[in-house]
């Protein structure tokens, strides 16, 4: 998978596809899976990985494993077509990275200043961002700069 990720222009999603895979281990996925995710985001932040097509038995296992880890991936189910249908984050996020995750869905794009401007939580714009930063970390949120401005947006639309 690495040897196969190519830089990017654009932000983008990168679909693992998992169809035709009946079973995965939580050694594959973490060796597999996730060391792929942090590579990527590491080395290339453009490219954002996403779970495809996982059967209900690898979702399971998946979903297990992040939530032992404390961490989260996106999952969707992608047509022969390459369209998105059912995304939603698997695995478990924090009280605060989840209110923060659920808020830039609601808004669509969001920058620190602005949640700290918008939200009720009295928390100072350099918080939003390490919540921010944290998420697109994980491949959850898209970050993209402009000058000095970070502004974050989902990988995926939640419809």
């Known amino acids: 998978m690495v040897a196969a990720a190519r830089p990017s222009a654009e932000p983008e999603p990168v679909y693992l596809d998992f169809d035709a895979v009946t079973v995965a281990t939580a050694s594959f996925l973490r060796e597999g899976v996730i060391a792929f995710r942090d590579h990527v985001r590491a080395t290339l932040p453009e490219l954002y990985p996403v779970i495809a097509n996982a059967s209900p038995s690898v979702s399971e296992e998946l979903e297990f494993f992040l939530r032992h880890r404390k961490d989260a991936m996106w999952i969707c189910r992608l047509s022969p077509a390459d369209e998105v249908r059912d995304p939603k984050i ?64 989902p990988v995926l639309e939640i419809a």
């Open 90 to 153: 698997l695995g478990e996020l924090d009280e605060a990275h989840r209110s923060t995750f659920d808020l830039v869905v609601r808004l669509g794009t969001a920058s620190a200043p602005s949640l700290a401007a918008q939200s009720q939580e009295s928390l100072a714009p350099t918080a939003w961002n390490n919540r921010l930063s944290s998420l697109a970390a994980r491949g959850l949120l898209i970050e993209r700069r402009s000058g000095k401005t970070k502004t974050f947006a």
